[in-house]
């Protein structure tokens, strides 16, 4: 019988604790992002839109992607976005792009570093001979 009451009890101890850890892990995500939301309370957006050389081609779109996955390591990047031109249709919407990127800053410094990035100029490097036309948009509140 003391047994079984041992083994409740080591049981019932570890689920408390694992039930404990979890919580403070939660807390913890929890403060990350509203600091996160406090540092981007007025970020710095920069939206770049690809053109490709070849148009048609999916693979030179998947290598760009491939590419943006890796230039979104940029330690000051704080949130980013890959995406492509949505099928929407009206006058004023511009859809020969190939590929958007948006990411976001803390401020215009943090930007100004990416921009001297090792990463993002080995983007530029390996990626470039990808497209023909890059139009970039900053914006700040």
Known sequence: MNLSKTTFTAVAISLIL??????????DEHSTIEQNQKNMENPFIHHVYFYLKNPDSLEDRDKLVEGLEKL???STIQ??????????????IKKKYAVSWMCMFNNMEDEEQYQQDPIHLKFIEDYGHLWTKVVVY????
């Open 79 to 92: 949130q980013h976005y890959i995406g492509f031109p949505a099928s929407t249709d009206r006058p004023v």
């Open 18 to 27: 694992s039930s404990c850890i979890h919580i403070s892990a939660k807390v």
């Open 72 to 74: 979104s390591k940029v």
């Open 138 to 141: 900053d914006s700040v509140k």
